[in-house]
Nanobody, 122 residues
Framework: QVQLVESGGGLVQAGGSLRLSCATN????????MGWFRQAPGKEREFVGA????????DYAPSVKGRCTISRDNAKNTVYLQMNSLKPEDTAVYYC???????????????WGQGTQVTVSS
């Protein structure tokens, strides 16, 4: 069973930065990659970015491309989402997810963390 735990959320002013972490229990050998998603109140969960375990080039949603970077520390079984130049519209609960398909769709990811709140003030 894959277990994911996010951390690093918080309150930040517009233009600031945050780094989110997604720690896994190391049992990701049955998955092909990890995605980051976010969900704002009253909105659907949306794709932020994803990384395939065999690739060094993550993919990003247009809304965050150039402002977000996904990286990983294999020794720590942790994936990071560095977010810069944050905007109030980035306010959401952020989730990491792992799955057997490399996808932008939440439905393709069976394993999810509990989420971490990111709030960007104007």
């Amino acid at each position: 069973q894959v277990q994911l735990v996010e951390s690093g959320g918080g309150l930040v002013q517009a233009g600031g930065s945050l780094r989110l972490s997604c720690a896994t229990n190391g049992r990701t050998f049955s998955t092909v990659g990890m995605g980051w998603f976010r969900q704002a109140p009253g909105k659907e969960r949306e794709f932020v970015g994803a990384v395939h375990w065999s690739s060094s080039s993550p993919d990003y949603a247009p809304s965050v491309k150039g402002r977000c970077t996904i990286s990983r520390d294999n020794a720590k079984n942790t994936v990071y989402l560095q977010m810069n130049s944050l905007k109030p519209e980035d306010t959401a609960v952020y989730y990491c997810a792992a799955g057997n398909s490399y996808s932008t769709r939440p439905v393709d990811y069976p394993y999810w963390g509990q989420g971490t709140q990111v709030t960007v003030s104007s």
